[in-house]
């Protein structure tokens, strides 16, 4: 089982950039993870945003995230990171850290463990 606490998210003006953090804790062994960050804007269904493997040898991103957004991972650390940069009014909502085994990366219902979410507002 993995606990996930994210953080990192507040109000930003569009073109700014943020970073977050997500910490894992608990009993399984957090390489064995694959990582994802999801968001949820409001009235929207939640979606896939980025993740990163395990061993961070790979990475996958929304076409949305696509060369403005990279997500990162320190193992030493049980540590996912999600550095956003030239962020939009639409990059707006609760984005979530969620840990995944198996089933299609790209795939909200394949992530097992979820955090409680950080808001981000990014204003025009």
């Known amino acids: 089982q993995v606990q996930l606490v994210e953080s990192g998210g507040g109000l930003v003006q569009a073109g700014g950039s943020l970073r977050l953090s997500c910490a894992a804790s608990?009993?399984?062994?957090?390489?064995?993870?694959?990582m994802g960050w999801l968001r949820q804007a409001p009235g929207k269904e939640r979606e896939f945003v980025a993740a990163?493997?395990?061993?961070?040898?790979?990475?996958y991103y929304a076409d949305s995230a696509k060369g403005r957004f990279t997500i990162s991972r320190d193992n030493a650390k049980n540590m996912v990171y999600l550095q956003m940069n030239t962020l939009k009014p639409e990059d707006t909502g609760v984005y979530y850290c969620?840990?995944?085994?198996?089933?299609?990366?790209?795939?909200?219902?394949?992530?097992?463990?979820w955090g409680q979410g950080t808001q981000v507002t990014v204003s025009s």
């Open positions: 608990g009993r399984s062994t957090f390489i064995t993870y694959t």
């Open positions: 990163i493997s395990g061993s961070g040898g790979r990475t």
């Open positions: 969620a840990a995944r085994s198996i089933g299609y990366v790209y795939d909200r219902r394949s992530y097992e463990y």
